[in-house]
């Protein structure tokens, strides 16, 4: 289960959704929504939603409110410290998490299918922005991602880590989509693949940056047990 911060960001004027995107520098948050809330209202829909004209999609023109954190409450049964197993975490997107520090967009794993056992049921994407948004009445917490496509069908032999590479589209971006909050099972830790080349001498690496400096990254299931319970 995920829940939203109590106090929304400040700084955002009138929050809407043409304003955010702009404030957070992804000018595609306006469709990627619209194209999100389609798939809410037509769940059936047999359309690919790539395709559809701007006339289909609906409209969003309320106000929009923007969240740096969220907190996951999941159930991690090996954890006998807890009560009947209930632990939490909080996963944070801010520009500026700690007094005009660096930014900060954590990384998550999202249940795509749960039949599937561990990392195999599961995407990798990085949080750019928690917002939520209203349409007839109905309030939408939604987050939008970055996502991370997984390289080959098994874990790295070596390591026992499944090894993920940032999705590219046929433009050469990253892709995006905005999903669900509560698709969000909890958060991930990445950790570069170190190659033979290395960086060049004006990039300093730091938390902020190192999810762009390099081409791909193990899914860190040693960080704690329960991430070790799901990401086998």
Known sequence: ?????T???????????????????EPDLVWLTR????GCLFPDSNHDISELDDEVLP?????????????????APSDRSRVNGAAK???????????GGLPRHDCVVVEHNSNLPGFQ?????????FFTFKHQNLEYPSALVHWFETVGDSADPLTGMWVVKPEMTGEGQVAANVISIDS???????????????????????????L?????????????????EILF
């Open 121 to 129: 049921g599961l995407y990798t994407a990085r949080v750019h922005c």
């Open 89 to 99: 975490e909080r996963i944070r997107s801010s520009p500026h998490p700690w007094h």
């Open 35 to 38: 194209e999100y809330l389609h």
């Open 184 to 210: 969000i099972l909890r958060g991930v830790h990445l950790i570069p693949a170190f190659g033979g080349n290395t960086l060049p001498a004006d990039n300093l690496v730091n938390p902020s940056n190192a």
């Open 59 to 75: 409209q969003i023109c309320g106000k929009v409110s923007v969240f740096h954190s969220v907190v996951a409450t999941y159930y």
């Open 212 to 228: 762009d400096l390099f081409d791909a990254f193990y899914v860190n299931k040693y960080v704690a047990h329960h991430s070790h």
């Open 7 to 25: 106090l929304s960001a400040r700084g955002y004027g009138e929050r809407t959704l043409e304003v955010v995107a702009e404030k957070i520098g």
């Open 1 to 5: 289960m995920i829940q939203l911060r």
